[in-house]
Antibody, heavy 120, light 109 residues
Framework: QLQLEESGPGLVKPSETLSLTCTVS??????????WGWIRQPPGKGLEWIAS???????YFNSSLKSRLTISVDTAKNQFSLNLTSVTAADTAIYYC????????????WGQGTMVAVSS | EIVLTQSPGTLSLSPGERATLSCRAS???????LAWYQQKPGQAPRLLIY???SRATGIPDRFSGSGSGTDFILTISRLEPEDFAAYYC??????????FGQGTKLEIK
């Protein structure tokens, strides 16, 4: 079955760039009908959608984060990635990658999440 | 941007009771793009309901969703011990963005 796994550093210094990768296994990232996205959750708080991307590169972003975001897809590696620049303590969160069903706009398969702390 | 407000923030009930969780949108939302998720501590969210009222694969029929416009409800007919968790509503809007409600924590009374 399809699985997603996040990878990246657990600690990032303030003002630096947070880089995460999601590896998709058990299926192809080029499957039609699906976008691939990032959602985060600060400790003890709710969910915040970050960005989503299609395998052809079509992407859309949370407007409050857009100026600091880059999202990309590597179909050869079956991966998609997130870069968030100029991080602060407010970016400390569990970061999840997820598959979105394009037609009904829901996240039906999630990775287990990776904790990223921003601290010097 | 559409804001989703969930109530109550915390709901204390006993197993076997009925749970009613509310999600109110700041403006009308397409029912097609209204979903509910369950999240247990230390786990990723799990999709429960999509299209406001359709159960996702493998979701027990004690979970049901209803509503339209700005008011949506998630009902759990008879609470099982494994249902005590946090619940989030989510919508996708014309601005091509997802928003989540702040969540309702369902705890054992």
């Amino acid at each position: 079955q399809l699985q997603l796994e996040e990878s990246g550093p657990g600690l990032v210094k303030p003002s630096e760039t947070l880089s995460l990768t999601c590896t998709v296994s058990g299926g192809s990232i080029t499957s039609s009908g699906y976008y691939w996205g990032w959602i985060r959750q600060p400790p003890g708080k709710g969910l915040e959608w970050i960005a989503s991307i299609f395998h052809n590169g079509d992407s859309y972003f949370n407007s409050s984060l857009k100026s600091r975001l880059t999202i990309s897809v590597d179909t050869a590696k079956n991966q998609f990635s997130l870069n968030l620049t100029s991080v602060t303590a407010a970016d400390t969160a569990i970061y999840y990658c997820a598959r979105h069903i394009a037609m009904i706009r829901v996240c039906d398969i999630w990775g287990q999440g990776t904790m990223v702390a921003v601290s010097s | 941007e559409i804001v989703l407000t969930q109530s109550p923030g915390t709901l204390s009930l006993s197993p076997g009771e009925r749970a009613t969780l509310s999600c109110r949108a700041s403006q009308s939302v397409s029912s097609t793009y209204l979903a509910w998720y369950q999240q247990k501590p230390g786990q990723a969210p799990r999709l429960l309901i999509y299209g406001a009222s359709s159960r996702a694969t493998g979701i027990p029929d004690r979970f049901s969703g209803s509503g339209s416009g700005t008011d949506f409800i998630l009902t759990i007919s008879r609470l099982e011990p494994e249902d005590f968790a946090a619940y989030y509503c989510q919508q996708f809007g014309s601005s091509r963005g997802f928003t989540f409600g702040q969540g309702t924590k369902l705890e054992i009374k």
